[in-house]
C-alpha cells in the first residue's frame, strides 16, 4: 500500500503586474513584472503569466524578456479579456503574473496538447511517483471542444483541475512553456503541495427544479411529463409573446451536478425555443432523467455567493500564500456594474495576498467547464 507524500511547506509566492496604454509598451511592461518578481522572490522556479487581448501579438516577446529578467525558468499562462492582479484590467494593454517558489519536483509543465494526450505519457512516471492532487489548465475555445482533453488530463493524473478558456484571439493565446496557439495546456502540482479551491455561482435560481423527460441531443423536448416550454412559461409567469421572448433572451438553464455536497451546477445558455412545439434548446447535450432548472444572473445573489465562497476558503486555508481567480466575462463589471469588484472583495477578505487570474470564456472547476462562475485556488 503507498503512502501519502509528506506536505511540503508553504511555497512562498509573489505577484507583479503591468499595464500600459498599448501593446507598444510591451517591453516595459515586461521588464517592469520581471524586475519585480526578481526582487521580491529570487530564486523561484515556476511562473504564471497572464495578458489582456491586445498583448496576444507580443505574447512570445514579452514572456522572454520576463523569462530573462526575472530569473524564472518554467512558465504558463494565458491571455484573458481581461486580467486580475492587485486590479482588474480590461481594454488595456496589461500584464500580471505569479511567481511560486516550488522544487522542480513539486511540479510539472504540461506539454502542450491539441489532438490527443499522447505527449502527457512522457509524464507517467512523475505523476506515479507524485500523485498531483492538483493542476491548472488553460484551454482555447476555437476549434475542437476542449473537455475531452481537460477531462483525460484529470483521469491520467487524478489531480483537481481549475483554471478557464481563453479570450479567442487570433494570435498565440497560452503559454506552455512558450508562446502557444489552441489546444490544452497548464501545470500540476504534486500532491505534498497543499490548495484550497472554491467555486462561486453568478446566477439566482428561478423555478424548483425539473426532471426531464423527453429529449433528443441538446432539445428539451418534456419536463416533468409536460411541454418543456409551459413548464418555463409556468415558472416564470410569463402570459404573452413578448415576455417570452424577453425572458428566453436573459434567462439561463442550469443543470445540477449529481452527486454534488456542495449544491453546484452548469450554467448553460437557450439557444431557441419553439413556441408552436413548446420545445426549449439548451447549449448541452441532455438526456431523459436529467435534471435542470431555470436560472437568472443576479448581481445581489452573486455578491452574497462570493462573500460565502471566500470566508469559507479563509476558514480552510487561514495560512494561505497566494491565489489564482478566474472569472467569466460575463461577470466583472458587466454583472457588478463596476470594475473590482471581485479583486476588491478578495482584498477585503485576504488582504495583501498575491493574486493572478484572467476573465475567461468559461472557468474550469474538477475538470468541468462553468458559466457565470469565479473559481479561486489558495496555495497554503
Not at 409573446?241 to 452527486?259: K, T
Not at 444572473?297 to 480552510?316: F, H, N, P
Amino acid at each position: 500500500m503507498s503512502t501519502p507524500h509528506p506536505r511540503t511547506a508553504s511555497p512562498r509566492i509573489a505577484s507583479a503586474e503591468a499595464h500600459g496604454a498599448s501593446a507598444a509598451a510591451w517591453g516595459r511592461m515586461a521588464v517592469s513584472v520581471g524586475e519585480a518578481l526578481s526582487r521580491d522572490l529570487p530564486g523561484a522556479r515556476l511562473g504564471i503569466l497572464y495578458a489582456t487581448e491586445s498583448m496576444a501579438g507580443k505574447l512570445e516577446e514579452a514572456l522572454a524578456v520576463v523569462r530573462r529578467v526575472s530569473g524564472i525558468p518554467d512558465w504558463v499562462g494565458a491571455v484573458g479579456h481581461g486580467i486580475v492582479g492587485h486590479r482588474e484590467y480590461f481594454n488595456s494593454a496589461a500584464l500580471t503574473a505569479l511567481a511560486i517558489d516550488l522544487p522542480s519536483d513539486a511540479y510539472r509543465v504540461l506539454p502542450h496538447l491539441t489532438d490527443d494526450l499522447s505527449p502527457l505519457g512522457a509524464h507517467a512516471g512523475w505523476i506515479a511517483a507524485h500523485r498531483p492532487g492538483f493542476g491548472i489548465v488553460h484551454a482555447d475555445p476555437r476549434g475542437p471542444d476542449p473537455a475531452d482533453l481537460i477531462a483525460g488530463i484529470a483521469d491520467a493524473s487524478d489531480a483537481f483541475l481549475v483554471g478557464g478558456l481563453t479570450a479567442a484571439v487570433e494570435e498565440t493565446s497560452q503559454i506552455a512553456g512558450r508562446a502557444v496557439a489552441s489546444g490544452v495546456s497548464g501545470v500540476l502540482f504534486a500532491g505534498s503541495v497543499a490548495v484550497a479551491t472554491g467555486i462561486t455561482q453568478g446566477c439566482m435560481p428561478s423555478g424548483p427544479v425539473h426532471r426531464i423527460t423527453a429529449a433528443d441531443g441538446n432539445v428539451v423536448i418534456g419536463l416533468d411529463g409536460e411541454r418543456a416550454l409551459d413548464v418555463f412559461k409556468r415558472d416564470l409567469d410569463i402570459e404573452s409573446a413578448a415576455q417570452l421572448r424577453g425572458y428566453a433572451a436573459e434567462m439561463q438553464i442550469a443543470l445540477p451536478i449529481p452527486g454534488s455536497d456542495m449544491g453546484d451546477y452548469l450554467v448553460r445558455d437557450f439557444t431557441g425555443i419553439d413556441p408552436s412545439e413548446g420545445l426549449i434548446g439548451v447549449a448541452a447535450l441532455v438526456e431523459p432523467g436529467d435534471r435542470l432548472f431555470f436560472a437568472r444572473r443576479d448581481r445581489a445573489a452573486a455578491v452574497d455567493d462570493m462573500a460565502r465562497m471566500c470566508e469559507g476558503l479563509k476558514r480552510r486555508a487561514p495560512r494561505a500564500t497566494g491565489g489564482l481567480y478566474f472569472s467569466c466575462i460575463a461577470r466583472g463589471p458587466r454583472l457588478f456594474g463596476t470594475d473590482g469588484y471581485e479583486r476588491g472583495l478578495l482584498r477585503e477578505t485576504f488582504g495583501a495576498l498575491p493574486v493572478a487570474g484572467f476573465f475567461c470564456n468559461g472557468e474550469i472547476s474538477n475538470a468541468r467547464l462553468y458559466g457565470y462562475t469565479g473559481v479561486l485556488a489558495l496555495f497554503s
